[in-house]
Antibody, heavy 122, light 107 residues
Framework: EVQLLESGGDLVQPGGSLRLSCAAS????????MSWVRQAPGKGLEWVSIISGSGGSTYSADSVKGRFTISRDNSKNTLYLQMNTLRAEDTAIYYC???????????????WGRGTLVTVSS | EIVMTQFPATVSVSPGERATVSCRASQSVGSNLAWYQQRPGQAPRLLIYGASTRATGIPARISGSGSGKEFTLTISSLQSEDFAVYYC?????????FGQGTKVEIK
């Protein structure tokens, strides 16, 4: 059974930093691309960033480019999102999501974690 | 970026009836479209990929159709567990983009 367990969400001040983690199990982690998708309170879904199975390719949404960095440790079956220079508009539930394939290509998310809440406020 | 527009924003349906949700892309996405269901307080769940292929474990009463720019999600004979928010998402171009969601509520 595929399981994705996010952690690291917290209350942080504007301009601060936070690192999210996602522990994966139930599949061969290194064979699949992984994404972060966020959902602001009461709002819709916004794709944030994706990384290939090998970690060699990454893409990020313009709204977080230069501030957020996605990475993975295949030896630990863990996905990360380093979030710097946080803004109030980054407040959201952040979901870890598994892609159907290992490459960053025209493919879709087939499993989602339960999410971790990030609140940016003074 | 491709803009995905869903309509209606809310659809009110009685249990046992049919619900239809539409999704329109600002440019063609071929068949690279997925539908997700999100129940209150839960993570999204994949329903449909490739515009019309049901994901594992999704009942036959849920179906998807369309290609290019126009897509439809149909839920026939609504059950209690089907009342939720539904999102379309294109994965043809970067960035991947979602529709704003359609809430299917009990009439």
């Amino acid at each position: 059974e595929v399981q994705l367990l996010e952690s690291g969400g917290d209350l942080v001040q504007p301009g601060g930093s936070l690192r999210l983690s996602c522990a994966a199990s139930g599949f061969t982690f290194s064979s699949y691309a992984m994404s972060w998708v966020r959902q602001a309170p009461g709002k819709g879904l916004e794709w944030v960033s994706i990384i290939s199975g090998s970690g060699g390719s990454t893409y990020s949404a313009d709204s977080v480019k230069g501030r957020f960095t996605i990475s993975r440790d295949n030896s630990k079956n863990t996905l990360y999102l380093q979030m710097n220079t946080l803004r109030a508009e980054d407040t959201a539930i952040y979901y870890c999501a598994k892609d159907k394939t290992g490459v960053v290509a025209a493919t879709y998310v087939d499993y989602w974690g339960r999410g971790t809440l990030v609140t940016v406020s003074s | 970026e491709i803009v995905m527009t869903q309509f209606p924003a809310t659809v009110s349906v009685s249990p046992g009836e049919r619900a239809t949700v539409s999704c329109r892309a600002s440019q063609s996405v071929g068949s690279n479209l997925a539908w997700y269901q999100q129940r209150p307080g839960q993570a999204p769940r994949l329903l449909i990929y490739g515009a019309s292929t049901r994901a594992t474990g999704i009942p036959a009463r849920i179906s998807g159709s369309g290609s290019g720019k126009e897509f439809t999600l149909t839920i026939s004979s609504l059950q209690s567990e089907d009342f939720a928010v539904y999102y379309c998402q294109q994965y043809n171009n970067w960035p991947r983009t979602f529709g704003q969601g359609t809430k299917v509520e009990i009439k």
